[in-house]
């Protein structure tokens, strides 16, 4: 019964964006109303617990507004300045093809933001530039989400592992196992993904354009997943995005700009280039922030000094708050070194900056919103576990009655109970916090293997970031794309599903 009940906000929510095609401003609070009467009256939390979730969810809203204000502050100054028309022309004289430019930006570029910074940044910053170079915004919103997927389990230089695994008591071996194992499915599943994206970019185009294109975006696919898998293999959890992504890069742009494996009318694009100097000074603000933020996660002195500097509001009324700040970590302080780094360099003038916050505010107005109640129904969430009904949380509720349920083909199903704790929270990591305990502990039951278990946990977490609402919040309002939420989902619910499933199948295989 507890299992049915805990479904209920999410049934509702997804009823609401999908089948009823409303707003996410309008179905988020309904769905927090909801799980506020079930934590009220079912698992009895006091308001106490109550006011210390609101105060949680109030940090981690700064924390994720301040990573969409900088990086939409930096592309509008860029934009306002005239910058980022250099850097449009050296991206075009690659290709002008929106189907190069997913491949691109969609798969390389967030694939290596996804490895150095997580957090929802890389869909932060793909999908405007996508809409930047004329791609219309549901596309790009879309594109960017379902392209971020395969780097998540490696995000932020293998947090979702370091962090999200910390509480096992796992060996090295069993580690090393579990992250060879995820890099391998998701290797084989890539290009699944990079066609499922051009797909996504060819909607409403003419036919042929996707059956075409398909040779070049399997090999986007295997320029990610081969470098992927390798460092996977020979170094851990913490490079494989990264190195994967600079590779895919510029494999993509190198193809693409010869032409390789492209319709014959596609080659060579004739554009007006920027003057060298021009285009090189409009990369330096981007440049800064890469360095730093690769140096901050790469360099484990530097790594753990900055970590260090954080504030954390400690108590409400004898509960230890969960969430702090950690001010230079996070990536919205490297957006802000980017961003200080045009205003210097530019000389940009009070003018272009206050257009440029215009029209960043424009664009935040209502994903505010949504992120507001998204976030106090996940910080809800994770706070129900201290309640006076002597109740697991609700998610554990979930999860427990979702293993229960499937019994001997858990296996086959258990990456969506990593993409549920993704779907729920917006984090691989928080869902592996959540979740890999209990899918340990099912696997011991059930004799299945533990590393292929957490394998599959890592997988179901990184393609869950696809369909929740916190992300697509957060990529929709860098967008500006507003009340479409349902139908991003309606794109990106499909590739999560299957690669669920064809991880199951490749884990029963393994």
């Known amino acids: 019964m507890l299992f049915w009940l805990t479904l209920v906000p999410f049934v509702l929510l997804f009823v609401w964006l999908v089948p009823l095609r409303r707003p996410a401003f309008e179905a988020a609070p309904i769905a927090y109303l909801a799980t506020l009467v079930l934590a009220v009256l079912v698992w009895q939390i006091s308001g106490t617990v109550l006011v210390a979730s609101l105060l949680d969810a109030a940090i981690v809203f700064v924390e994720v507004l301040l990573i969409i204000l900088m990086a939409l502050l930096v592309l509008n100054v860029m934009i306002g300045t005239g910058h980022m028309s250099a850097i449009q022309s050296v991206i075009a004289s690659v290709s002008r093809d929106h189907r190069v430019l997913a491949m691109l930006l969609g798969w390389g570029l967030v694939g290596f933001v996804e490895g150095i910074a997580g957090f929802g940044t890389p869909a932060v910053l793909a999908a405007p530039l996508l809409v930047y170079f004329g791609m219309r915004p549901l596309k790009a919103v879309a594109i960017a989400l379902i392209g971020n997927s395969t780097a998540v389990p490696f995000g932020a230089a293998g947090t979702p592992v370091i962090i999200g695994f910390a509480g096992l008591g796992l060996d090295a071996e069993t580690t090393r196992s579990a992250v060879l194992q995820t890099a391998v ?136 708050l969960g969430q702090s700040l950690a001010p230079l970590y996070t990536p919205y302080f490297y957006f802000g070194l980017a961003l200080l780094t045009v205003l210097i360099l530019f000389r940009v003038s009070r003018a272009t900056l206050g257009q440029a916050v215009a029209a960043t505010w424009g664009k935040l107005r209502v994903a505010a919103i949504v992120l507001a109640f998204i976030i106090a129904l996940t910080q809800l969430l994770l706070s129900s576990g201290s309640n006076a009904a002597g109740l697991p949380s609700m998610p554990q509720v979930l999860g427990q009655g979702l293993a229960e349920s499937l019994g001997g083909t858990f296996v086959m199903f258990s990456a969506f109970l990593g993409a549920l704790g993704s779907f729920m929270t917006g984090s691989a990591t928080v869902s592996n916090l959540l979740f890999a305990q209990l899918q340990a502990d099912t696997a011991d039951a059930l004799g299945m293997a533990l590393p292929t278990v957490l394998a599959l946990q890592l997988i179901g977490a990184g393609v869950g970031n696809m369909i929740s609402l916190h992300n697509i919040a957060m990529a929709a309002g860098a967008a500006g794309l507003q009340a479409r939420e349902g139908q991003v989902i309606r794109e990106t619910i499909i590739p999560v599903i299957v690669v669920c499933l064809g991880a199951g199948l490749l884990a029963l295989a393994w």
Do not use: D, K, N
């Open 185 to 320: 499915i998701h290797t084989v599943l890539a290009p699944f993904i990079t066609l499922f994206m051009v797909w996504v970019a060819t909607l409403g185009e003419e036919r042929g354009r996707f059956r075409e294109f398909v040779p070049f975006a399997v090999l986007s696919a295997l320029a990610f997943g081969i470098p992927y898998l390798l460092v996977a293999w020979l170094v851990g959890p913490e490079l494989p995005a990264i190195i994967g992504g600079v590779v895919a890069m510029a494999v993509i742009a190198l193809a693409a700009h010869r032409g390789f494996l492209l319709p014959g009318h596609e080659r060579r694009p004739e554009v007006e280039r920027a003057p060298v100097g021009r285009v090189l000074l409009a990369f330096v603000p981007f440049a800064v922030m890469a360095v730093a933020l690769i140096a901050s996660r790469t360099i484990m002195p530097l790594r753990e000094a900055l970590q260090s500097v954080r504030w954390s509001p400690g108590e409400f009324h004898g509960i230890e």
